[in-house]
């Protein structure tokens, strides 16, 4: 055996015990949810739509399972329109009149959307890389996607349609108003779409200021907006310029 | 040789391996009894918004979760001045829903519904009990799974995670 090729032997070998004798220690991964809420209770006033069941809430002191159920495991959240009601469920919207069997499912055509706002016919909802998933707990997406999608849909074919594609930073909420939507995009701030053409949003507006996890319009013209620093309430009579009212916390 | 001095390596590749340990943050569940749970709703004084989460609007109140700990009343006739009236205690709550005058909460794995009429001054109605999955830890990583008794929280811990590569 030559000198050098022994010499890179006893490399070799130095490396594999350096290697099996120490070990690294990484870096602590912390993988958060931010703004860990799901958007699964939901009423008409006549039905309630929880985590794990549909119940009739006629007399609301006495909430009746109903045997239908709404298989929300595995969803990301659900809402009720008229008498329909709606779930996420990881890449399809399950659609259903309650009080019928009907399962009608469409298939949307992203995995992992996260929250949605509804226009009658139109879905626009948030994809996100770390997505509130499975029944319990809290899930990172395969995929590192975060995006509005938007998708028409109709009663009677079930079919579902893919009409636009937009990319975002990190979306944690969604809310529209008539043909503005809003989305609370991470450290991007609010976005403010037209959605007056559905297939074609068009950004009119960033405040990058206007940062929070969750979002919800009142009757009033009010953009509500939760963060770290608490509740923050915007007046959006011109939804293009939001303007601060109040703060509390 | 040199083939007896390779299969030696090769032997100590895959009798210890190039281990690499990560310190991993994961959720661990903080549990209460079921009999404290049962008792776990007051209406108590304001509490500041430390965790807000899901935001209810109900005529001209607000009522907003506190994510694990309970739902903030927030009386919003002036948007320009809202004022906190009170505070919902609920363990373990992260969802809700309105109408007028009922609202409807997790508390923990239990189903809750309160008298909003007079929403700075909510009454319990009805509970109905263990009929909800366990509420969503913070972390995409959990410990361990929750055993019967219900979760009403997640604390974070640190655990040290040995990786093989060579199996």
Same mark, same amino acid.
């Given at each position: 055996?030559?000198?050098?090729?022994?010499?890179?032997?006893?490399?070799?070998?130095?490396?594999?015990?350096?290697?099996?004798?120490?070990?690294?220690?990484?870096?602590?991964?912390?993988?958060?949810?931010?703004?860990?809420?799901?958007?699964?209770?939901?009423?008409?006033?006549?039905?309630?739509?929880?985590?794990?069941?549909? $119940?009739?809430?006629?007399?609301?002191?006495?909430?009746?399972?109903?045997?239908?159920?709404?298989?929300? $495991?595995?969803?990301?959240?659900?809402?009720?329109?008229?008498?329909?009601?709606?779930?996420?469920?990881?890449?399809?919207?399950?659609?259903?009149?309650?009080?019928?069997?009907?399962?009608?499912?469409?298939?949307?055509?992203?995995?992992?959307?996260?929250?949605?706002?509804?226009?009658?016919?139109?879905?626009?909802?948030?994809?996100?890389?770390?997505?509130?998933?499975?029944?319990?707990?809290?899930?990172?997406?395969?995929?590192?996607?975060?995006?509005?999608?938007?998708?028409?849909?109709?009663?009677?074919?079930?079919?579902?349609?893919?009409?636009?594609?937009?990319?975002?930073?990190?979306?944690?909420?969604?809310? !529209?108003?008539?043909?503005?939507?809003?989305?609370?995009?991470?450290?991007?701030?609010?976005?403010?779409?037209?959605?007056?053409?559905?297939?074609?949003?068009?950004?009119?507006?960033?405040?990058?200021?206007?940062?929070? $996890? @969750?979002?919800?319009?009142?009757?009033?013209?009010?953009?509500?907006?939760?963060?770290?620093?608490?509740?923050?309430?915007?007046?959006?009579?011109?939804?293009?310029?939001?303007?601060?009212?109040?703060?509390?916390? | 040789?040199?083939? =007896?001095?390779?299969?030696?390596?090769?032997? =100590?590749?895959?009798?210890?391996?190039?281990?690499?340990?990560?310190?991993?943050?994961?959720?661990?569940?903080?549990?209460?009894? =079921?009999?404290?749970?049962?008792?776990?709703?007051?209406? !108590?004084?304001?509490?500041?918004?430390?965790?807000?989460?899901?935001?209810?609007?109900?005529?001209?109140?607000?009522?907003?979760?506190?994510?694990?700990?309970?739902?903030?009343?927030?009386?919003?006739?002036?948007?320009?001045?809202? !004022?906190?009236?009170?505070?919902?205690?609920?363990?373990?709550?992260?969802?809700?829903?309105?109408?007028?005058?009922?609202?409807? !909460?997790?508390?923990?794995?239990?189903?809750?519904?309160?008298?909003?009429?007079?929403? =700075?001054?909510?009454?319990?109605?009805?509970?109905?009990?263990?009929?909800?999955?366990?509420?969503?830890?913070? @972390?995409?990583?959990?410990?361990?799974?929750?055993?019967?008794?219900?979760?009403?929280?997640?604390?974070?811990?640190?655990?040290?995670?040995?990786?093989?590569?060579?199996?």
């Amino acid at each position: 055996m030559g000198k050098a090729t022994n010499s890179l032997f006893m490399l070799i070998l130095a490396a594999v015990c350096g290697c099996s004798q120490s070990t690294a220690t990484g870096p602590a991964q912390y993988n958060s949810c931010n703004g860990n809420s799901k958007y699964f209770f939901t009423t008409n006033g006549t039905w309630l739509s929880t985590t794990s069941s549909l $119940y009739s809430i006629v007399d609301p002191s006495n909430p009746l399972s109903h045997s239908q159920g709404n298989d929300l $495991y595995g969803g990301d959240t659900a809402f009720i329109v008229d008498t329909n009601l709606y779930v996420e469920n990881n890449g399809s919207i399950s659609f259903r009149t309650i009080g019928t069997q009907t399962y009608p499912q469409y298939e949307a055509l992203s995995a992992y959307p996260r929250h949605l706002a509804f226009a009658p016919g139109y879905l626009y909802f948030l994809r996100h890389t770390t997505y509130l998933g499975g029944s319990q707990f809290c899930w990172q997406a395969s995929d590192s996607v975060n995006e509005l999608d938007v998708d028409q849909f109709s009663d009677t074919s079930y079919a579902a349609t893919l009409l636009a594609r937009v990319p975002l930073t990190d979306p944690d909420d969604i809310a !529209i108003d008539n043909s503005s939507l809003f989305v609370l995009d991470g450290v991007s701030g609010l976005k403010i779409f037209n959605v007056s053409s559905p297939s074609h949003p068009s950004l009119m507006a960033t405040a990058p200021n206007i940062q929070g $996890y @969750h979002m919800q319009l009142t009757d009033q013209s009010t953009l509500l907006v939760t963060s770290d620093s608490g509740l923050m309430q915007y007046d959006i009579s011109n939804p293009s310029n939001p303007a601060f009212v109040s703060k509390i916390q | 040789m040199k083939v =007896a001095f390779l299969l030696c390596i090769l032997m =100590a590749l895959v009798s210890v391996g190039c281990t690499t340990n990560y310190n991993v943050v994961e959720s661990a569940p903080d549990y209460i009894t =079921a009999d404290s749970l049962h008792n776990s709703v007051h209406f !108590i004084a304001a509490n500041p918004i430390i965790q807000p989460g899901k935001i209810l609007s109900i005529g001209n109140f607000l009522f907003i979760n506190e994510l694990y700990k309970g739902w903030h009343v927030i009386d919003n006739t002036s948007p320009s001045a809202p !004022i906190n009236v009170a505070f919902i205690t609920a363990p373990g709550s992260l969802d809700g829903t309105a109408t007028q005058s009922v609202l409807y !909460i997790n508390n923990s794995v239990d189903l809750v519904v309160l008298n909003i009429s007079d929403p =700075a001054h909510p009454s319990l109605i009805r509970r109905l009990e263990s009929v909800l999955p366990v509420p969503a830890s913070p @972390h995409t990583s959990v410990s361990y799974y929750p055993n019967s008794a219900p979760v009403v929280g997640w604390h974070d811990t640190t655990v040290n995670i040995t990786f093989y590569p060579m199996g």
